[in-house]
Structures are given as structure tokens and as C-alpha cells.
């Protein structure tokens, strides 16, 4: 696996690459402050259904959680941007024996309270019409390696573009603690209520 090796003195510089990419590329982005535990890791599960999700979360993580921003991402595509290492990105490579070791990662990074760790739990893209999300079996194992009481925050975007050229981007949060029994389960479940909650209230949106 390749791990993120965070340069401090890079930080500034993809923040203001990501801002000028979104801010270029969206009309608008929009979400709401949330209370969250400021001193606990944040295990982020998010929606996976395009190329901007990675941009779209280290925008908001910036705003909200200010933490030192993690990712996972497939190992073929970080060899081919392995610069996303200084930025937090690391990988894991489906299949194979070494993905173990990627996912007790995560663990090791949920110990440190300064740290947030994006999860994209369905593993590959998916479209943003799909009505519940389905997580991979690697996501039991982020929760079997994992330590108690975990604060996980839940994140929904939605993409629409209205009368705009630009989209507009929507992203929703839910924050809740989990405790050694939580299942994959019972994740998946609790994560699909609030997406179906999410695209409930997304419909009365307007821009």
C-alpha cells in the first residue's frame, strides 16, 4: 500500500488549486455548519458517483472539520496522481492479501484526534440516482480494527444545475457515534436512511 505522507508547507497550495477548481467549475456549493466532537478523528462515509467527490469533500472538510484530511482511493489511481499522497490521500488494492493492511490504516489514523478519514464505502462510482447505497465487505473490517465509541459523519452530495450552465452542489451531513457493536449492518442501514432522508428533502430544493 502507499501511504499519505502529509507536506505541511503544500497545504496552502492545494487548498487554493481545489477552491479555484470548484469555485470555477460550481455555481454553488452548499451545506449547513454542523456540531461534531472537535476533539475526536472524524470517520467521514460519503457517496461515491463522480470525478468532483474527492475535490467537493477536501473543500468542505477545509470549512468545517479542519482536520488533516485522509482519503482512500484505489492504488492504480494514485500511482497515476501520486502527488494526492501530500494532500492525504493512500491506497489499497482490492483483491489482494495487502488490503488488510490498508484497512488497519485506517484504524491507526482514527487513533489520532486531529485526523479525518474519507471513506468512499461502495468502492467504485455509482450513479447519484441509485435509491440506497450498498457497502463493501472492507468496510466490516474498518469497523472490526476500529476503537470505541467512534464518531462517524455521515455525507450525502447531490448534484442538480437548475436554470445555471454550472451545477450547483448540495451536501448533507449527519453525525452520529458508534459503539463496538455496530455491524456493517447496521451501518448500511443507518446510512441509507439518511440518504433516502437526504433525496426526500433534496426534491423541494431550488436555486
Same mark, same amino acid.
Given at each position: 500500500?502507499?501511504?499519505?505522507?502529509?507536506?505541511?508547507?503544500?497545504?496552502?497550495?492545494?487548498?487554493?488549486?481545489?477552491?479555484?477548481?470548484?469555485?470555477?467549475?460550481?455555481?454553488?456549493?452548499?451545506?449547513?455548519?454542523?456540531?461534531?466532537?472537535?476533539?475526536?478523528?472524524?470517520?467521514?462515509?460519503?457517496?461515491?458517483?463522480?470525478?468532483?467527490?474527492?475535490?467537493?469533500?477536501?473543500?468542505?472538510?477545509?470549512?468545517?472539520?479542519?482536520?488533516?484530511? +485522509?482519503?482512500?482511493?484505489?492504488? +492504480?489511481?494514485?500511482?497515476? +496522481?501520486?502527488?494526492?499522497?501530500?494532500?492525504?490521500?493512500?491506497?489499497?488494492?482490492?483483491? @489482494?492479501?495487502?488490503?488488510?493492511?490498508?484497512?488497519?490504516?485506517?484504524?491507526?489514523?482514527?487513533?489520532?484526534? @486531529? @485526523?479525518?478519514?474519507?471513506?468512499?464505502?461502495?468502492?467504485?462510482?455509482?450513479? @447519484?440516482?441509485?435509491?440506497?447505497?450498498?457497502?463493501?465487505?472492507?468496510?466490516?473490517?474498518?469497523?472490526?480494527?476500529?476503537?470505541?465509541?467512534?464518531?462517524?459523519?455521515?455525507?450525502?452530495?447531490?448534484?442538480?444545475?437548475?436554470?445555471?450552465?454550472?451545477?450547483?452542489?448540495?451536501?448533507?451531513?449527519?453525525?452520529?457515534?458508534?459503539?463496538?457493536?455496530?455491524?456493517?449492518?447496521?451501518?448500511?442501514?443507518?446510512?441509507?436512511?439518511?440518504?433516502?432522508?437526504?433525496?426526500?428533502?433534496?426534491?423541494?430544493?431550488?436555486?
Amino acid at each position: 500500500m502507499i501511504k499519505a505522507q502529509h507536506i505541511a508547507l503544500l497545504h496552502p497550495v492545494f487548498k487554493w488549486i481545489v477552491n479555484g477548481y470548484v469555485n470555477r467549475h460550481f455555481k454553488k456549493v452548499i451545506y449547513k455548519p454542523i456540531s461534531f466532537n472537535t476533539e475526536q478523528s472524524v470517520l467521514l462515509i460519503a457517496n461515491h458517483f463522480s470525478w468532483w467527490d474527492g475535490f467537493l469533500s477536501y473543500y468542505v472538510q477545509a470549512k468545517i472539520f479542519k482536520k488533516k484530511f +485522509h482519503v482512500l482511493v484505489l492504488e +492504480h489511481t494514485l500511482r497515476k +496522481h501520486i502527488l494526492f499522497r501530500w494532500a492525504g490521500a493512500f491506497s489499497i488494492r482490492k483483491g @489482494n492479501k495487502s488490503a488488510i493492511n490498508s484497512l488497519q490504516y485506517v484504524s491507526e489514523l482514527l487513533q489520532n484526534a @486531529n @485526523n479525518l478519514v474519507l471513506i468512499y464505502p461502495q468502492g467504485k462510482l455509482y450513479s @447519484n440516482h441509485i435509491p440506497e447505497l450498498k457497502m463493501e465487505k472492507g468496510m466490516a473490517k474498518i469497523l472490526e480494527f476500529s476503537q470505541y465509541p467512534l464518531q462517524v459523519i455521515f455525507q450525502v452530495t447531490v448534484i442538480d444545475y437548475f436554470a445555471s450552465r454550472k451545477p450547483s452542489a448540495f451536501i448533507y451531513f449527519k453525525v452520529i457515534t458508534l459503539e463496538k457493536e455496530t455491524n456493517l449492518r447496521d451501518l448500511e442501514q443507518q446510512y441509507n436512511r439518511f440518504y433516502q432522508e437526504v433525496k426526500s428533502q433534496h426534491v423541494q430544493q431550488s436555486v
